[in-house]
């Protein structure tokens, strides 16, 4: 509690005022982490929630990050299944392919930034939100892999593993939830080249792609003699799906 009570004196001293654009820079230390505390009931969100001044910068922002959380608490209150059955379902026909899965869940797949969220969650716990968007929506639809083994996966290692924002946002991700797009996917390299332009959180995750200049970590094969050096070696592997045929497969099994 003291621990947790520190952060957010922290956080409402400055940095939430950052928030609204923050939130989204992968590589920087921009969001609250207030996650953990809140759900091991180390803070109320009623206490975080009435130190916030809606009409400053950042802090209207972060204020309905909280809403969401409460939704979401909500949500499994009217669904108690939510952690098993689809809110709306799209009658999904789910591939099996335990090795994909594994390489997803190494951070393996070959997309720098998704790869670099998943060993930020095995290594630490967490991982940044936005991060946490991209490698569902490439399991779910990259992969087209149920969203049941990505959420389990995550409840197993991350340290604010809450039923209800796990589920909740994983069926949202997944198109099975609250989204009213379905259907909206993630490019991972667009959300890279946006989210990390300098590409500073691919490499602290990616060590192998440390050599890689710039936003060019994104795609690694399109940086010439490093990138040829780099896969001759089977340092990093290649992408494991192409991002348009995967787009493709994906909207033709939903119909």
Same mark, same amino acid.
């Given at each position: 509690?003291? /621990? ?13 005022? $950052?928030? /609204? ?14 996650? =953990? ?33 409460? *939704? ?5 209150? /009217? ?6 059955? $689809? =809110? ?16 997803? +869940? ?13 060993? +930020?969650? =095995? ?38 593993? $809450?039923?209800?924002?796990? *589920? ?43 050599? =890689? ?28 799906? $192409?991002?348009?045929? /995967?787009?493709?497969? *994906? ?5």
């Amino acid at each position: 509690e003291v /621990a947790a009570r520190e952060r957010l004196a922290w956080w409402m001293d400055g940095p939430v005022e $950052d928030y /609204a654009d923050g939130r989204n820079r992968m590589a920087e230390d921009a969001t609250s982490r207030l996650s =953990v505390p809140l759900h091991l009931g180390c803070l109320s969100v009623t206490e975080v929630a009435a130190g916030l001044e809606p009409r400053r910068a950042g802090h209207e922002s972060f204020l309905q990050e909280l809403c969401w959380r409460d *939704f979401n608490h909500q949500l499994l209150d /009217a669904r108690p299944d939510l952690a098993v059955t $689809d =809110v709306r379902t799209k009658d999904d026909r789910w591939r099996d392919a335990p090795g994909e899965l594994a390489a997803w +869940q190494e951070g393996r797949t070959g997309y720098p930034v998704v790869d670099a969220g998943m060993r +930020q969650l =095995v290594a630490e716990g967490w991982m940044h939100n936005r991060a946490r968007m991209v490698t569902a929506s490439f399991l779910t639809k990259h992969l087209y892999i149920d969203w049941r083994h990505g959420a389990r996966f995550f409840m197993h290692h991350l340290a604010d593993g $809450d039923l209800a924002n796990n *589920f909740a946002q994983w069926q949202w991700t997944a198109g099975t939830g609250t989204d009213s797009r379905p259907n909206r996917m993630f490019n991972p390299v667009i959300q890279g080249e946006r989210y990390d332009p300098s590409g500073a959180y691919v490499r602290r995750w990616v060590p192998e792609l440390a050599d =890689v200049v710039g936003k060019a970590v994104h795609q690694p094969r399109t940086d010439g003699p490093a990138a040829a050096s780099l896969f001759a070696e089977g340092a990093y592997p290649a992408p494991m799906v $192409d991002h348009r045929e /995967a787009r493709e497969r *994906f909207l033709s099994a939903r119909g």
